[in-house]
């Protein structure tokens, strides 16, 4: 398959296991949030104040459809980038799409320190992460060629089993 993509809520570790993965299959990494970044000229947390969630949504899908034009990527989404059924289609059809899972205990544990997720500004953060779980759990299921468990798994084992699952697949 033409592209391996990592999908998963804020604090999966999709940005940090896609980086290893690349390097360790010497493929160019990109990370679609700071794809949008880079194109916007401005941080996440600019573009959710003045352009809103919706306003990054489009800026999130144009990222997305344009980097599934390429080959042999290893692509971390942002946690959202599946709630849009032209991103799901999109991802669906340039590659194997990887879903790795973390609890929400997890989530708020590695989310807490960073201040660069705008959803997660409100007075009770691990509440948003269990609300939107609940959302796009089956949206991440629902284009999952595998699913791996990340909770209390080092990156380094994490990136091991992806590449065991993928190895097991059969060419689709
Ligand atoms: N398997 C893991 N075990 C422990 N810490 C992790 C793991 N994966 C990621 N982290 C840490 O959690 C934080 C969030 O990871 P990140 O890759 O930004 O997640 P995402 O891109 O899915 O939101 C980072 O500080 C990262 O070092
Ligand atoms: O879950 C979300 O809606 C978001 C997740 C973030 O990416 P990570 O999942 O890499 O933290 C980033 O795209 C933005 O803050 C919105
Ligand atoms: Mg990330």
Redo the contacts with the bound molecule.
């Keep these: 398959m033409r592209n391996l993509i990592?999908v998963?809520?804020?604090?999966?570790?999709?940005?940090?296991?896609?980086?290893l993965l690349a390097k360790e299959l010497r493929l160019p990494f990109k990370?679609s949030?700071k794809e949008i970044e880079q194109r916007t000229g401005a941080d996440i947390p600019w573009i959710f104040d003045v352009e809103g969630e919706q306003g990054f949504r489009e800026r999130e899908q144009a990222v997305i459809c344009s980097l599934c034009e390429s080959d042999g990527l290893v692509l971390?989404t942002?946690?959202g980038a599946v709630l849009r059924p032209q991103n799901r289609e999109a991802l669906r059809n340039c590659g194997r799409v990887v879903y790795?899972h973390?609890s929400v205990e997890?989530?708020i544990?590695?989310?807490a320190?960073?201040r660069n997720?705008p959803l997660l500004r409100a007075p009770n953060p691990g509440q948003v992460l269990a609300d939107l779980l609940a959302i796009r759990d089956p949206l991440y299921r629902e284009i999952a060629d595998v699913i791996i468990e990340?909770?209390?798994?080092?990156?380094r084992?994490?990136v091991q089993e992806i590449l065991e699952r993928l190895e097991a697949l059969t060419p689709r």
Excluded: C, F, N
């Design positions: 990592l998963g809520p804020m604090g999966a570790g999709k940005s940090t296991i896609g980086r990370d949030d971390a942002g946690g790795l973390a997890q989530q544990d590695r989310t320190r960073d997720r990340t909770d209390e798994r080092p990156p084992m994490v």
